[in-house]
Structures are given as structure tokens and as C-alpha cells.
């Protein structure tokens, strides 16, 4: 088998560490960061279903849990797919 002559270069992928380098944040926007996320995560998680529970008055207790429970699991997923979009963009 002959040696290939000459340079061919088959890979046409940047180089490794090529990419553009994301710029830092400071210390006072990540810490108002956290604490927003923190806030905001707090008041959908925990006191939006606790208000739904107290407030739904219509419904019996099962109707009710469930439809907290279902509010959560919607609300979580959400956040976090808000938050992964946030940090596609660079934004947090």
C-alpha cells in the first residue's frame, strides 16, 4: 500500500477549541442571576400549586391534588426547558 502523497485534508470540522469563546459574567450579574432563578422557580413550584390547592374550591380533594401535581410536572418541565433556551442564547 503506497503512503499518500501531498496534505488532503478530509475533515472539514473546525479544529477542536476553534469555537467561539463565551464572554464571563461578573460575579454581582451571576449572584442576581441565581437569586432571580431561585425567586422565580420558588414562587412556580411551591406557591402557585399550594394556591391552586387552597383556591379550588369546586373540586373535591383528589380533583384538586391532581390537578396540582399535574400543574408542577408542567411548570417544572417548562422552567427548565426556559432556563436550557436562556443558556443556548448565552443569556444566563
Not at 23 to 32: H, V
Not at 33 to 43: N, R
Not at 84 to 90: E, G, N, P, T
Amino acid at each position: 500500500m503506497a503512503a499518500p502523497t501531498g496534505s488532503v485534508d478530509t475533515n472539514s470540522a473546525p479544529p477542536v477549541g476553534d469555537e467561539e469563546t463565551p464572554s464571563p459574567i461578573g460575579w454581582a450579574r451571576a449572584a442576581l442571576t441565581s437569586l432571580v432563578i431561585l425567586a422565580l422557580g420558588t414562587a412556580l413550584l411551591v406557591y402557585l400549586p399550594n394556591w391552586v390547592l387552597t383556591h379550588l374550591t369546586g373540586l373535591e380533594r383528589n380533583g384538586r391534588v391532581t390537578v396540582a401535581t399535574a400543574s408542577f410536572f408542567v411548570l417544572f418541565f417548562a422552567f427548565a426547558w426556559a432556563l436550557r433556551r436562556l443558556q443556548a442564547h448565552r443569556l444566563i
